[in-house]
């Protein structure tokens, strides 16, 4: 992980800790703070994150000063495994099939001109046909 900080950084100590879902601190480090950051550490078999069990760890760094004033920003983080093996595409070791579309700005009547109303329908109706992927070739 890289953090950046802003503003003076002299003196200053920056403190990362990483806590499970069940609130224990897995993962800390403590370093001297600069302008880029760069903090490194392993974490074993982690809980991995899915959309049905969204399993977040809390990571908490704080910035202490010179006077020992410090100021703490949080993020909730989540891991995943992300694997090709023997041609299957696999999240957290699950096989996923990927069923996709092309998908290109077009009405049948107004042409290139594309609401904001249509491309939402458009959205809509992929998710209705259990479509998990889109390709958007040559758009920005």
């Known amino acids: ?9 002299a ?15 897995v993962w800390g480090a403590e ?5 880029a950051v760069r903090l ?3 974490l074993t078999d982690p809980h ?10 809390t990571l908490a760094l704080t910035l202490t000063g010179k006077d020992g004033q410090g100021q703490t920003a949080s993020l909730r ?5 992300i694997e090709i093996r023997e041609r ?15 998908r290109h700005d077009f009405h049948p009547r107004r ?19 259990n479509v998990n992927c889109v390709r958007t070739s040559h758009y920005p």
């Open 77 to 81: 983080v989540g891991y995943r495994k």
């Open 88 to 102: 299957r595409f696999l999240i957290n070791g699950q096989r996923v099939l990927l069923k996709g579309v092309d």
């Open 31 to 35: 370093v001297p703070a600069g302008e």
């Open 40 to 42: 490194e550490g392993a």
């Open 1 to 9: 992980m890289r953090v950046q900080i802003q503003g003076e950084t």
């Open 111 to 129: 042409g290139y001109t594309v609401s904001r109303a249509d491309m939402e329908a458009d959205v809509l109706l992929c998710k209705r046909h």
């Open 48 to 57: 991995k994150w899915t959309a049905e069990t969204p399993n977040l760890y």
């Open 11 to 25: 003196g200053h100590t920056l403190q990362a800790r990483l806590a499970d879902p069940g609130g224990h601190v």
